[in-house]
């Protein structure tokens, strides 16, 4: 199969990051840039052109890699270059390993509103082999998203079958650490599992079970030591470790306690703000100076004028999320309609092809307004954030 020419947009960390990658699945037949220092230089091989040279060259493909996206893209749609030879590299997928959760905290939609469209259930082992086997392209996953990844009972065959195919597999968005044997610890380490965030809101039973609510923080604790031992037993880094820790009036006093901890463990620890608008900080003065923050509620933080909710949202180019069935969501927020398509039927690439995906990424960029009775673009039914 012939494949499919591209200019690569940006040289910079990036391009030299995947530059394997883009040559091993295109023919890279140019490499431009917006900066004059870099345009009429050689890079591999390639003299970087200006943008108005792109209109030179025969392509199927222009690969966007730096981080402004939207800019370069409303650039090139100026140029007068279809929108449909205009992307960015994918490589990566969020992909929900499970959508169950063993906890039952205060404000989890998931919960109150009985799993909304995610539904309840657990990637099977055999639907993540054949996604890898039919998008032999994607060589990153983030597994978590509404549930906890570690009530999949298949949890130990991803992991090892992601290892032995060099797929990098990450549980940044966040894992509650409570229900984890010591077979699933070790995979972790053994099968090299990236990155994980656990979510630990206290350092005592009562601070911690105020808002996860069936969790046991001691539990949780004794769970990363457990993973800490085979870490270093073995010799091995991963999985690297990150506290996430969501401040909260009950909580407010364990903040010193808990980088301690988090410290002891090997462990970077960050503070988020709370969801809960009526949220009015005690202690503001020792709250900002232990967590870095600079402001503690969402109220405070500076409005960025009269933003579309899903403005400066670029998750659907560059890790669109799918569900644990297969189903394309686009994005981690979209819990209450999908794009009416299955990824793991059709493909990866098919689905992000299609119409509706299409439309979600104009309105991503501000082309387009929101179309009336649109039933499958999640991006229509986004809640408006106040930040």
């Known amino acids: 199969?012939?494949?499919?020419?591209?200019?690569?947009?940006?040289?910079?960390?990036?391009?030299?990051?995947?530059?394997?990658?883009?040559?091993?699945?295109?023919?890279?037949?140019?490499?431009?840039?917006?900066?004059?220092?870099?345009?009429?230089?050689?890079?591999?091989?390639?003299?970087?052109i200006s943008p108005a040279d792109i209109l030179?060259?025969?392509?199927?493909?222009?690969?966007?890699?730096?981080?402004?996206?939207?800019?370069?893209?409303?650039?090139l749609l100026q140029l007068g270059i279809p929108e449909n030879k205009i992307d960015t590299i994918l490589d990566s997928v969020c992909l929900e390993a499970c959508a169950l959760c063993q906890l039952n905290c205060k404000t989890c939609y998931m919960r109150k509103n009985n799993a909304v469209t995610v539904g309840k259930g657990y990637l099977t082992f055999s639907?993540?082999?054949?996604?890898?086997?039919?998008n032999m392209f994607i060589k990153n996953i983030e597994l978590s998203n509404n549930g906890e990844i570690f009530l999949n009972?298949?949890?130990?065959?991803?992991?090892?079958?992601?290892?032995e195919n060099n797929v990098s597999l990450t549980a940044n968005n966040g894992v509650n650490f409570n229900s984890v044997s010591d077979d699933v610890l070790e995979a972790l380490e053994k099968f090299k599992f990236k990155n994980m965030t656990i979510s630990i809101d206290g350092v005592t039973q009562e601070t911690y079970s105020e808002y996860r609510k069936n969790g046991n923080v001691n539990t949780v604790l004794n769970n990363i030591k457990r993973l800490n031992y085979f870490k270093i037993k073995h010799n091995m880094k991963f999985p690297k470790l990150r506290w996430q820790y969501i401040i909260m009036e009950h909580n407010e006093n364990d903040v010193i306690k808990a980088k301690r901890i988090a410290k002891e463990l090997g462990m970077e620890i960050y503070f988020k703000l709370t969801w809960?608008?009526?949220?009015?900080?005690?202690?503001?003065?020792m709250l900002k100076k232990e967590t870095g923050l600079k402001w503690l509620t969402r109220e405070e933080v500076p409005k960025k004028g009269n933003v579309l909710p899903y403005a400066d949202c670029y998750q659907l180019f560059k890790n669109p999320q799918i569900n644990w069935d297969g189903r394309l969501l686009g994005c981690c927020c979209a819990a209450y309609s999908d794009?009416?398509?299955?990824?793991?039927?059709?493909?990866?690439?098919?689905?992000?092809?299609?119409?509706?995906?299409?439309?979600?990424?104009?309105?991503?960029?501000?082309?387009?307004?929101?179309?009336?009775?649109?039933?499958?673009?999640?991006?229509?039914?986004?809640?408006?954030?106040?930040?």
């Open 1 to 48: 199969m012939n494949k499919k020419k591209i200019i690569v947009f940006g040289i910079g960390n990036n391009y030299f990051k995947n530059k394997e990658f883009l040559q091993n699945r295109y023919n890279v037949i140019a490499l431009c840039d917006n900066s004059l220092d870099k345009q009429g230089n050689t890079t591999d091989g390639f003299k970087c």
């Open 56 to 75: 030179t060259f025969d392509f199927d493909k222009i690969i966007i890699l730096p981080n402004d996206f939207s800019s370069i893209y409303k650039q």
């Open 127 to 134: 639907n993540f082999k054949n996604f890898l086997l039919n």
């Open 153 to 163: 009972p298949d949890l130990i065959h991803i992991i090892k079958y992601a290892f």
């Open 276 to 285: 809960d608008r009526d949220y009015i900080p005690k202690n503001t003065e």
């Open 339 to 387: 794009f009416g398509i299955n990824v793991f039927e059709v493909g990866l690439e098919k689905a992000c092809n299609s119409e509706n995906y299409s439309i979600a990424k104009k309105m991503v960029l501000g082309e387009i307004d929101a179309p009336k009775n649109a039933k499958n673009i999640p991006c229509v039914f986004c809640i408006p954030i106040k930040l």
